[in-house]
């Protein structure tokens, strides 16, 4: 079956730390990927972006990593703040039946200590 | 103001009823999105359109309807809501890249 995996237990790291998260995936060739930012209550909000060619994007202390052959997306938010606790969603851009289409991996809630 | 909006923001509603949310959005995209999302499970897709003439079901459409009224307004229906349709409920749109996302619509079925 086709899925995206994503850790579902929460991870709490130290304010200052590098967090890394991590984004599976089985049975796609997707053209991108992309993580997002949900906080409680809200709407995913889009972070990055990172082409099937591409083995690195960064933005600002966001890093993400892209390797076609494992099938895996690490994310990675340096110099962390309390503020960047959220939960951080992977998606997938497929082609189902001819046309594009989003999925979602179930996400990963960070929190950050202070 | 919101690019994407959602109405309303919440819904409590009974078994059997008919349920529409709504939304609306000033971005100018074609392409617009429904999405659930319940704990554990994640986004998942419920219908998508990518111009006003062109509907696709998603994953998950059983027991819902849309109607893209214009390229502004995509709106949800639930015809005979039941308790496990209780999820938040997002609409989206696409520029053919990155997803915008409205604040969502928390739907209780009882």
């Known amino acids: 079956s086709q899925k995206i995996e994503q850790n579902s237990e929460a991870l709490n790291i130290q304010e200052g730390k590098t967090a890394t998260l991590t984004c599976n995936y089985t049975n796609y060739s997707p053209a991108y990927l992309q993580w997002y930012r949900q906080d409680p209550g809200r709407g995913p909000v889009f972070l990055l972006l990172?082409?099937?060619?591409?083995k690195e994007k960064r933005k600002e202390r966001l890093k993400v990593t892209f390797d076609t052959t494992l099938k895996q997306s690490l994310f990675h938010i340096t110099a962390s703040q309390p503020a960047d606790s959220a939960t951080y969603l992977c998606a997938l851009d497929i082609i189902d039946s001819g046309t594009y289409k989003y999925i979602f991996g179930t996400g990963t809630r960070l929190k950050v200590l202070a | 103001d919101a690019d994407v909006t959602q109405t309303p923001r919440n819904r409590i509603t009974k078994t059997g009823k008919r349920i529409m949310l709504e939304c609306s959005q000033t971005k100018g995209h074609d392409r617009m999105y429904w999405y659930r999302q319940d704990p554990g499970l994640g986004l998942r897709l419920i219908y998508y359109s990518f111009d006003v003439k062109d509907i696709n079901k998603g994953e998950i459409s059983d027991g819902y309807s849309v109607s893209r009224q214009a390229q502004a307004k995509f709106s949800l229906s639930l015809e005979s809501a039941i308790p496990n349709q209780t999820a938040l409920y997002f609409c989206?749109?696409?520029?053919?890249?990155?997803?915008?996302f409205g604040s969502g619509t928390q739907l209780s079925v009882l």
């Open positions: 989206a749109t696409s520029n053919d890249e990155k997803l915008f």
């Open positions: 990172i082409r099937e060619n591409e």
